[in-house]
Every structure is written in structure tokens, then in C-alpha cells.
């Protein structure tokens, strides 16, 4: 099981700081990652990590705003974001790797388990 935590209200330029505790598995084997969804659009990818933490991969969008992390010892990803702005709205979930397979970040059919989302609102 995965549950997010940590979504809000925020003004554009503000930030947020998510979190996903992972049960059930063993966390530090897999690779991590981040989607978001708006409203009357498809899931995104935003960001991945692997096992170890020693990669991360990001959107476009999001690199140089947005962090991820992880703590293998409390079985937890995080998400810092940073000078948030209004495209960013959005529910955003947390998934883990169906295997321990590389590559393909934004393809959500690599991933087994997903969070039930938390939603991050940016006003302007």
C-alpha cells in the first residue's frame, strides 16, 4: 500500500512538501515515482527515483522547482516543491515499480502499486 500525504491550498510561489509511505513491499528494492493528474487530462509523470536514490528523473516543467527524494529507512518517498504555480494544481499520486527494470519513467504501465492521491491547488 501506498498513502500521500501533504497536499493543500497554496499561492502561486509557495511551496509544498509530500510525502508517501509505502507498506507491504519491499520498499528499498524499487524505483519510485511521482504523477500528477488535472482535471480533464491524463496522468503525468513528474518525477522518479531509483532504489538507491542515487538517479532521479523530473518533467521538464518541474526540474529546478521540484525535488524527489527518498528514506529507505522509513519506507517514505517525498516530493519539495518549490515556486508552485498554477499549472501545477493537480492530484497528485505515488507509484512504485512493478520490477526492478530502468527506464520508460513516464510510462505508467511499468508501475504496480498507486497511492489514492493527494491534491495540491495553486491559486494565482
Known amino acids: 500500500d501506498l498513502v500521500e500525504s501533504g497536499g493543500g491550498l497554496v499561492q502561486a510561489g509557495g511551496s509544498l512538501r509530500l510525502s508517501c509511505v509505502a507498506s507491504?513491499?519491499?520498499?528499498?528494492?524499487?524505483?519510485m515515482a511521482w504523477f500528477r493528474q488535472a482535471p480533464g487530462k491524463e496522468r503525468e509523470f513528474v518525477a522518479a527515483i531509483t532504489w538507491s536514490g542515487g538517479t532521479t528523473y523530473y518533467l521538464d516543467s518541474v526540474k529546478g522547482r521540484f525535488t524527489i527524494s527518498r528514506d529507505n529507512a522509513k519506507n517514505t518517498v517525498y516530493l519539495q516543491m518549490n515556486s508552485l504555480k498554477p499549472e501545477d494544481t493537480a492530484v497528485y499520486y505515488c507509484a512504485n515499480r512493478k520490477s526492478m527494470i530502468l527506464g520508460g519513467w513516464d510510462t505508467t504501465r511499468l508501475y504496480g502499486d498507486w497511492g489514492q492521491g493527494t491534491q495540491v491547488t495553486v491559486s494565482s
Open positions: 507491504g513491499r519491499t520498499f528499498s528494492s524499487y524505483a
